[in-house]
Every structure is written in structure tokens, then in C-alpha cells.
């Protein structure tokens, strides 16, 4: 658990088992894969030749046939399964199997999911993936930071790699504080906690449909939902800020096939693990979606003058469910 955060976690993996140049195969940024998984602004894009699957156009899920012939045209060292905008299960042992018959280590960078695993509410990728890489912050509901997991085989080389290679000294305090998450994750109500998770992205994804909002492979198993806002009127980055002011958070976020730029795209990002630590349940689920959507048609009409008075009514409505650990 010491590198410093998900970022230089996955750097380390590269270092561990790549030279410069090497072929890595993994989700595109576009599609829902991460900087680090070798997009090209990213070090790991510009240092290594990376080759990227995507999702299927009629179904907005990750295309395996598309990952299988790839693996066997360009024989990549590294596969990368994992991102950062996926809202359905990964196959993990699919993913494994394609690595194997190239002779790839597999990665599996489970950042978002991480917290669902340890509960039970995804499957687990321990038993297909050479390496997993996770961060500590966000479903796992730890500090900032990160972990590397693998078989005892590439135990050493990714030590190696995190230190010497990469970093200097431990930060101790995060390493503690990691102790502590995870012991709070090996509880059992931890397990109910991201199940719960699930059930109100769902709840939520359900609410939104029924609005006529149209997300990104129809809906989510995981606790994320890519919302594709152009039957709406409004950009991502319009929609966001104005939920920013209604508040209500999210991110501004490419959608697969986005006709438009990374920085003004057509989607935004949801995820309930928040609103679910707060004490949110299903049926509480079209209200968040009906805030969500007076906001978004307000947006797309550039009528910003009821954004304050949502901004109330979910203050006080959130009054009753308190972050945890907040006194009254
Ligand atoms: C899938 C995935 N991998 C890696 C990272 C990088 O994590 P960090 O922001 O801690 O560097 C993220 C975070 O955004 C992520 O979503």
C-alpha cells in the first residue's frame, strides 16, 4: 500500500513489466478507461504503444471479441481491464483467458469498484488477474492512496518498482489510515453498504430512464451512471454546473462514441456511494432524479433562477441523513 495514489500505482505495474515502446492493451478514455491506462496525454500513452478496445455501439458494453482480436494482432505485454466510466460488470475471467493465450499480464485497475468487491457486490478479479490495482478513496471509502495486489510471482518486481523505482519515503499516516479502512471494509455491514450502493444506482438509473434521460448501456450493475445528455439540449459541463449550484455533485464526462470534446462533453457522472453512506435508500431515489432533471431543463433553457431554491431543498432534505460521523 505504498504507492502513492492510483495514478503512480499503475505506473509502477508499466515499470515492473515493460521497457519504452512496449504494446499495452487497454479500455480507451473515450470509452471509459483511464489516463493512466495509455491515453495519450498521459506518460503511459507516450511512453509505451498503447492500443485501446472501446465499447459496443448497440450496447455501450466492452466489446470481448473486440479485445480477443486485438490481443492476437498486436501481442501486448500488458492488458488493462478496468476504468474509470464503466457502469456494468467486468469479466474478469474472460479477460484472463485472453491474457493467457497471448501471454499478457493482466491488470485489473479496480479504482472505482474496489469497495463492491471486498462486499461482495461485483465479482472478484483475484484468481484471473496477474495484478490488481486499486485506489483506497473511493467505493473503499478509505484516505487517498492506493494498493497493489498480486500472485507472489510478481510480488517482488512491483516492490521494486513502487521503491526504488518510482517513489521515496512511505507516507505512513496514509499507510494507517488505509489500516483502518480496510478493517472497517472486513466488516459485515460493510458488505450490505455497497450492496446498497448498487440498489440506489439502479433505483436512480430507473428514475432518470422513466424522466427520458438516456444512459450509457441502458443502466448499471456498479454504483455509476453515464448519463448522454444530448436528447436534452444541454452539454455536460453546462448540466454539471448548474447541478453544482442546485446541489447536487457529479462530473462533467465524455460518453463512448462523444462527438465532442473531453473538455465539453455530452455526459455527466453519477455515483452513489456517497448518498448511500449518508443513510439514502431506494425509494428516496426520484427525488435525487427529479432534482436532477428540473435542474437539467433549466439548464438547457439557460433559466438559472431556481438553482438556489433546489440548492435548499436538498440541504434541508439532507438534514435528516448527516455525513457520517458529523454531530447536529
Ligand atoms: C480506474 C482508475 N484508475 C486509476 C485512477 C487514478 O487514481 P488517482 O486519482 O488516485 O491517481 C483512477 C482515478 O481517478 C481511476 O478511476
Known sequence: MQPYSGSPANLAVYLAFLKPGDPVLAMGLPAGGHLTHGAPPSATGRWFDAVHYGVRRDTGRIDLDEVRDLARRHRPKLIICGGTAIPR?????????????????????????????????????????????????KTLRGPRGAMLLSTAEHAKALDKAVFPGLQGGPHNHTTAAIAVALREAAQPDFGQYAHRIVANAQALATALTDRGYQLVSGGTDNHLLLVDLTNKGVTGKVAARALDAAGVELNFNTVPFDPRRPFDPSGIRLGTPAITTRGLAPQHMPQVAEWIDRTVRAAADGDESGHADTAAQVREFLADFPIFGETA
Do not use: M
Request: hydrophobic content about 50%.
Open 89 to 137: 460488470t467486468i469479466d474478469f475471467a474472460a479477460f484472463g483467458e485472453i491474457a493467457r493465450e497471448v501471454g499478457a499480464i493482466l491488470l485489473a485497475d479496480i479504482a472505482h469498484i474496489a469497495g463492491l468487491v471486498v462486499g461482495g457486490a461485483h465479482p472478484s478479479p483475484v484468481g484471473h488477474a496477474d495484478v490488481i490495482s486499486t485506489t483506497t478513496h
